[in-house]
C-alpha cells in the first residue's frame, strides 16, 4: 500500500516529496531547493515541491529496470483488470482531482470535469484491451514454405520514461500510464514542475489499485530532471508531451542509445467553414477549438479559414460569441475559460500578440476579463483578422487564446492555407457537402480531422501529428503497440 501522502486534505500548503520510487516517498536532502506551486486563478502559493536528485532519478530507473521481468510476465488479463481498478479508482475520487486540477490550473469545473472522465476512459479502454487475448496472443504468419512456420508477437518495449507538460496533467499522464501499463513496461513519469500535485494524487491511486511497487515510479523537478531522466541508460522508451523544442532534444538524447521514443508536440492547426456551413455551428467550434483550456492546447484552433461568402457573416457572429466568453476563476459564475498556467506563460503570449501587431497583424476584437479579479493569470481572448502569411501569429504556436482568421475563395485554396505549416496535427472542416467532406479528408495534412464536429477525443482514436507535430500515436491500438517491440520467429515445421 502506498505511503504517498503529499496533499493535505484540507487544503492548506503541502510539500511534494522528491520521488516516489518502488512504492516509497523520498524526499530532498535539502528543502531549500523546494519550488513553489501556485493556484493559477489567485497567483498564491499552494505548496512546495521538492527536486529530485540525480541520485533519486538514479534509484526511480532502476527500481523500474528491477521490476520489468515481473510486470512483463504478468498476464495481460492480469494488468487489465488492475488498469481497470485505477479507472474505478479515480471516478471514485473524481470531486478531489478536479479540484486539484481547478486549484493548480484554475480550470474551469466543466473542464476539470472532463479532465476526469477522460482519464477514467482512457484507463477503462486499456484495460479492457488487455482482455481482448488478440492484442497480446502471438500470431501466426502464412510463409510460402510448407516447412517453415512464422509466429509475430509483442513484448513490452522495457522502461519508459514519461514526460508530461502542464496543459492537461492528468490527460496526457493516462494517454501515456495506462497503455504503457497493459503493454507491461515499468515507468518512471516526470510531471511538469506547475502542476505536479495532479500527478502525485494519481500515483497514490495507482499504488491504492494493487499495481506492484517499482511498475510506477514518479521524479519531481524541471528540465534538468527530464533531461537526465531522458538520458538514464536504463530507459528504453521515452514518451514526451510539450514543446517542439524539447522534442528536439528528447529525440536527440534518445539517438545515443537507440531509445524509442514517441513524440506528441506542438500544432498550428486550421479549422475551414465553407460558405455551406451552418455559421452558428461553425463559430462555436471555432470559440470552443480556440479557447478551452484558455487556447493552451496543441490542437488549439489558431487557423481560422472562412470562405469570402460568408466571411462577414462569420465574424459578426464570432464576434458576439467571444465577446460572450466569461474569463473567471472556476467559483465564477458560469466561468468559460480559465487563467493562463502561469505568469510566464501569460507574459510569452503577450509578447507574442505584440510582436505580430508590431508587424501589422490587426486585432479584429477581444475578449474581456472584466469579470477576472485578483492577482490570477487571467487573459482575454484575441482574435486577428487577415495576418500576413510570415506573420509570427500566423505562423508559431501561441499556446493562448489567440485566433486568426482568414478568408479563402475556393477548396484548392483552403487546403493549401491550412497546409502551409510545419505541423500536421489536427483538422477541422465545417461543410455539408459530401464532396467536400471526401477532399478535405483526403487533401488535409493531419492525424486527425473533425467533419463538422467539436474537437472529439476518444480513447479508440488514436492522436498524434505529422511534421513538428511529432512522431508516433498515442491512444487506440497504435498507443499500445509503442510501448511493445515486434518480434518474429520463424521456425522449422513439424
Ligand atoms: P516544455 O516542452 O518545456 O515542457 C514539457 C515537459 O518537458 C515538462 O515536463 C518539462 O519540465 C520537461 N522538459 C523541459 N526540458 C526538458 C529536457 N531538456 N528534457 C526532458 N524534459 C524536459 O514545455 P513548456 O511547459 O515550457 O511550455 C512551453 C511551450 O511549449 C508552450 O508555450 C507551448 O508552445 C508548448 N507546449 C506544447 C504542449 C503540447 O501539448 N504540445 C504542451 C506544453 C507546452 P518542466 O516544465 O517541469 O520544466
Given at each position: 500500500?502506498?505511503?504517498?501522502?503529499?496533499?493535505?486534505?484540507?487544503?492548506?500548503?503541502?510539500?511534494?516529496?522528491?520521488a516516489?520510487?518502488?512504492?516509497?516517498?523520498?524526499?530532498?536532502?535539502?528543502?531549500?531547493?523546494?519550488?513553489?506551486?501556485?493556484?493559477?486563478?489567485?497567483?498564491?502559493?499552494?505548496?512546495?515541491?521538492?527536486?529530485?536528485?540525480?541520485?533519486?532519478?538514479?534509484?526511480?530507473?532502476?527500481?523500474?529496470?528491477?521490476?520489468?521481468?515481473?510486470?512483463?510476465?504478468?498476464?495481460?488479463?492480469?494488468?487489465?483488470?488492475?488498469?481497470?481498478k485505477?479507472?474505478?479508482?479515480?471516478?471514485?475520487?473524481?470531486a478531489?482531482?478536479?479540484?486539484?486540477?481547478?486549484?493548480?490550473?484554475?480550470?474551469?469545473?466543466?473542464?476539470?470535469?472532463?479532465d476526469?472522465?477522460?482519464?477514467?476512459?482512457?484507463?477503462?479502454?486499456?484495460?479492457?484491451l488487455?482482455?481482448?487475448?488478440?492484442?497480446f496472443?502471438?500470431?501466426?504468419?502464412?510463409l510460402?514454405?510448407?516447412?517453415?512456420?512464422g509466429?509475430r508477437?509483442?513484448?513490452?518495449?522495457?522502461?519508459?520514461?514519461?514526460?508530461?507538460?502542464?496543459?492537461?496533467?492528468?490527460?496526457?499522464?493516462?494517454?501515456?500510464?495506462?497503455?504503457?501499463?497493459?503493454?507491461?513496461c515499468?515507468?518512471?513519469?516526470?510531471?511538469?514542475?506547475?502542476?505536479?500535485?495532479?500527478?502525485h494524487?494519481?500515483?497514490?491511486?495507482?499504488?491504492?489499485?494493487?499495481?506492484?511497487?517499482?511498475?510506477?515510479?514518479?521524479?519531481?523537478?524541471?528540465?534538468?530532471?527530464?533531461?537526465?531522466?531522458?538520458?538514464?541508460?536504463?530507459?528504453?522508451?521515452?514518451?514526451?508531451?510539450?514543446?517542439?523544442?524539447?522534442?528536439?532534444?528528447?529525440?536527440?538524447?534518445?539517438?545515443?542509445?537507440?531509445?524509442?521514443?514517441?513524440l506528441?508536440?506542438?500544432?498550428?492547426?486550421?479549422l475551414?467553414?465553407?460558405?455551406?456551413?451552418?455559421?452558428?455551428?461553425?463559430?462555436?467550434?471555432?470559440?470552443?477549438?480556440?479557447?478551452?483550456?484558455?487556447?493552451?492546447?496543441?490542437?488549439?484552433?489558431?487557423?481560422?479559414?472562412?470562405q469570402?461568402?460568408?466571411?462577414?457573416?462569420?465574424?459578426?457572429?464570432?464576434e458576439?460569441?467571444?465577446?460572450?466568453?466569461?474569463?473567471?476563476?472556476?467559483?465564477?459564475?458560469q466561468?468559460?475559460?480559465?487563467?493562463?498556467?502561469?505568469q510566464?506563460?501569460?507574459?510569452?503570449?503577450?509578447?507574442?500578440?505584440?510582436?505580430?501587431?508590431?508587424?501589422?497583424?490587426?486585432?479584429?476584437?477581444s475578449?474581456?476579463?472584466d469579470?477576472?479579479?485578483?492577482?490570477?493569470?487571467?487573459?482575454?481572448?484575441?482574435?486577428?483578422?487577415?495576418?500576413?502569411?510570415?506573420?509570427?501569429?500566423?505562423?508559431?504556436?501561441?499556446?493562448?487564446p489567440?485566433?486568426c482568421?482568414k478568408?479563402?475563395r475556393t477548396?484548392?485554396?483552403?487546403?493549401?492555407?491550412?497546409?502551409?505549416?510545419?505541423?500536421?496535427?489536427?483538422?477541422?472542416?465545417v461543410?455539408?457537402?459530401?464532396?467536400?467532406?471526401?477532399?478535405?479528408?483526403?487533401?488535409?495534412?493531419?492525424g486527425?480531422?473533425?467533419?463538422?464536429?467539436?474537437?472529439?477525443?476518444?480513447p479508440q482514436v488514436?492522436?498524434?501529428?505529422?511534421?513538428?507535430?511529432?512522431?508516433?500515436?498515442?491512444?487506440?491500438?497504435?498507443?499500445?503497440?509503442?510501448?511493445?517491440?515486434?518480434?518474429?520467429?520463424?521456425?522449422?515445421?513439424?
Amino acid at each position: 500500500m502506498t505511503t504517498v501522502t503529499p496533499l493535505r486534505r484540507d487544503g492548506g500548503p503541502f510539500v511534494l516529496p522528491a520521488a516516489f520510487v518502488a512504492g516509497a516517498t523520498m524526499h530532498a536532502d535539502d528543502a531549500r531547493h523546494a519550488t513553489a506551486i501556485h493556484n493559477a486563478s489567485t497567483g498564491e502559493t499552494i505548496g512546495w515541491q521538492e527536486p529530485a536528485s540525480a541520485a533519486q532519478i538514479d534509484a526511480a530507473v532502476r527500481a523500474a529496470h528491477d521490476a520489468l521481468g515481473a510486470w512483463r510476465a504478468t498476464p495481460p488479463a492480469a494488468r487489465g483488470k488492475l488498469l481497470r481498478k485505477i479507472a474505478e479508482l479515480i471516478e471514485a475520487d473524481r470531486a478531489r482531482l478536479a479540484a486539484m486540477q481547478m486549484q493548480v490550473s484554475g480550470k474551469p469545473p466543466f473542464e476539470a470535469d472532463l479532465d476526469v472522465s477522460d482519464a477514467v476512459a482512457t484507463f477503462t479502454y486499456y484495460g479492457d484491451l488487455c482482455a481482448e487475448t488478440g492484442a497480446f496472443a502471438p500470431e501466426t504468419i502464412a510463409l510460402p514454405d510448407e516447412t517453415v512456420t512464422g509466429e509475430r508477437y509483442y513484448e513490452a518495449v522495457g522502461v519508459a520514461a514519461l514526460i508530461v507538460p502542464w496543459n492537461f496533467p492528468m490527460v496526457t499522464t493516462a494517454w501515456k500510464l495506462a497503455p504503457a501499463l497493459a503493454a507491461g513496461c515499468t515507468v518512471v513519469l516526470k510531471p511538469s514542475e506547475l502542476t505536479s500535485p495532479v500527478e502525485h494524487l494519481l500515483a497514490q491511486i495507482v499504488s491504492e489499485a494493487g499495481v506492484p511497487d517499482g511498475v510506477v515510479n514518479l521524479v519531481n523537478g524541471g528540465g534538468e530532471v527530464g533531461a537526465q531522466l531522458t538520458a538514464h541508460p536504463l530507459v528504453d522508451k521515452i514518451s514526451f508531451t510539450g514543446s517542439t523544442a524539447v522534442g528536439r532534444k528528447v529525440m536527440q538524447t534518445a539517438a545515443l542509445d537507440m531509445k524509442r521514443v514517441t513524440l506528441e508536440l506542438g500544432g498550428k492547426s486550421a479549422l475551414i467553414v465553407r460558405a455551406d456551413a451552418d455559421i452558428d455551428h461553425a463559430v462555436s467550434l471555432a470559440v470552443s477549438g480556440a479557447f478551452a483550456n484558455a487556447g493552451q492546447m496543441c490542437s488549439a484552433t489558431a487557423r481560422i479559414l472562412v470562405q469570402d461568402d460568408v466571411y462577414r457573416k462569420f465574424m459578426a457572429a464570432f464576434e458576439t460569441a467571444v465577446r460572450a466568453v466569461n474569463v473567471g476563476a472556476p467559483g465564477v459564475e458560469q466561468v468559460s475559460m480559465g487563467p493562463l498556467i502561469s505568469q510566464a506563460q501569460r507574459a510569452r503570449v503577450q509578447a507574442l500578440v505584440e510582436q505580430g501587431v508590431a508587424a501589422g497583424a490587426q486585432i479584429a476584437f477581444s475578449g474581456n476579463a472584466d469579470r477576472a479579479r485578483g492577482a490570477g493569470f487571467f487573459m482575454a481572448p484575441v482574435v486577428v483578422a487577415e495576418p500576413d502569411a510570415d506573420n509570427v501569429l500566423w505562423t508559431d504556436e501561441v499556446f493562448g487564446p489567440v485566433a486568426c482568421v482568414k478568408s479563402f475563395r475556393t477548396d484548392d485554396e483552403a487546403i493549401a492555407l491550412a497546409n502551409a505549416t510545419r505541423y500536421g496535427l489536427v483538422a477541422t472542416v465545417v461543410t455539408q457537402d459530401a464532396g467536400a467532406q471526401r477532399r478535405y479528408k483526403a487533401e488535409l495534412r493531419a492525424g486527425l480531422v473533425w467533419i463538422n464536429t467539436p474537437q472529439l477525443i476518444f480513447p479508440q482514436v488514436c492522436w498524434g501529428g505529422m511534421g513538428l507535430s511529432g512522431i508516433g500515436r498515442e491512444l487506440g491500438l497504435a498507443g499500445l503497440r509503442s510501448y511493445q517491440e515486434l518480434r518474429h520467429t520463424v521456425a522449422a515445421a513439424g
